[in-house]
C-alpha cells in the first residue's frame, strides 16, 4: 500500500454524510485537503474541526458543481500550494423524488443530472488536465450507485445519472490509459446519510422507512473504501467495487 500522507485531495459534497467522511478519513491519513459544497458554513466548520483534530492542511471553498464558470474559476482560484491536486472524489450527488417518470418533476430532473452527471464532468475535465499537466500520479475516484445497474421503480432518473457516472469512469480510465493516472467507481447500495431525507424533500417519516428491515451502510463504510482504493499501490487499479448491505437484495 502507499501512503495518501501530504497528498493533495480534492472532495465534492464534504458537508455531510459519505463527503465528510472522506474527509475525516484522508486527514486522519495525514492528506491535504479540499472540501467543496454549497453550505459554507457547514464545510469551514468540519475544515476547522479536522485541521484542529488532525492537523492537516484543509481548504474549504464554497461551490455548487452545476455551475460550470463557478468550478473553473474555483479551481483557477486555488491558492498555488493548492493546485495540484492528486485525488478527486467526485461525490456530490443527490437524488430527487421516487415519481413514476410520467409523473416526474421536470425541476428535480434536472438538480440531478446537472449535479451527478454535468458536475462530475466540469470538476474532471478541469482537475485531470492539470494531473496530466503536473506528472501526477493522479487518482479519480466516483461515488456511483447500486442504482447505476439497478433500476428501480420511481427512480429512474436518478439510476439513469448513476449508470452514466459508471459509463463516464469506464470511458476515463480508457482515455487516460496512456498516463498513470487510475479511475475508480464505488457504487454503493443503502447508506444511512442525509441522501433519503433529500430525496423525500425533507420528510423524515418516509426517509427513515427506507432503511425498515436493513441495516444500512454508513459513510464511515464507503470512507474505509474510498481510502483503501486511493491507497492501493500506483500499479493497482481498483476499477469498481459494489458495496451492499447484507441484506439488501
Ligand atoms: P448527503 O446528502 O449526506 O451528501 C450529499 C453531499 O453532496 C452534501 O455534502 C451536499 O452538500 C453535496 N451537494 C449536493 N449538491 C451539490 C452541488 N450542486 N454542489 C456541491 N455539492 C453538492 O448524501 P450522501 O453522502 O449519501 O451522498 C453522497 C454521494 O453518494 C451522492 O453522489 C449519492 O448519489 C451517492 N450515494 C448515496 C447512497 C446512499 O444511500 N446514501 C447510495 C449510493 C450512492 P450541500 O448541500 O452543502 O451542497
Redesign the pocket.
Known sequence: MQTVKNKIVFI??????????CAESFAQAGAKIIL????TK??QEIANALTAQYQTEVLAIP?????KHAVTNAIDSLPAEWQAIDILV??????LGLEKLQQGDIADWD?MI???IK?LLYLTRKIVPQMIENKLNGHVIN?????GIHAYPGGAV?CA??SA?KVLSDGLRMDVVDTPIRVTNI????????????RFHGDQQKAAAVYDGIQ??T?ED?ADIVLYAASAPAHVQICEVTVTPVHQA
Open positions: 465534492s459534497g464534504a458537508s455531510s454524510g459519505i463527503g465528510k467522511a467543496c459544497a454549497r453550505n457547514k464545510i461551490l455548487d458543481v452545476q455551475e467526485n461525490n456530490a450527488g443527490l437524488s438538480a446537472d449535479t451527478n458536475g461515488i456511483g450507485s447500486i442504482a436518478y445519472t448513476k457516472v457504487q454503493p447500495g443503502m447508506v444511512e446519510t442525509n441522501f433519503s431525507v433529500i444500512p451502510l459513510a464507503i
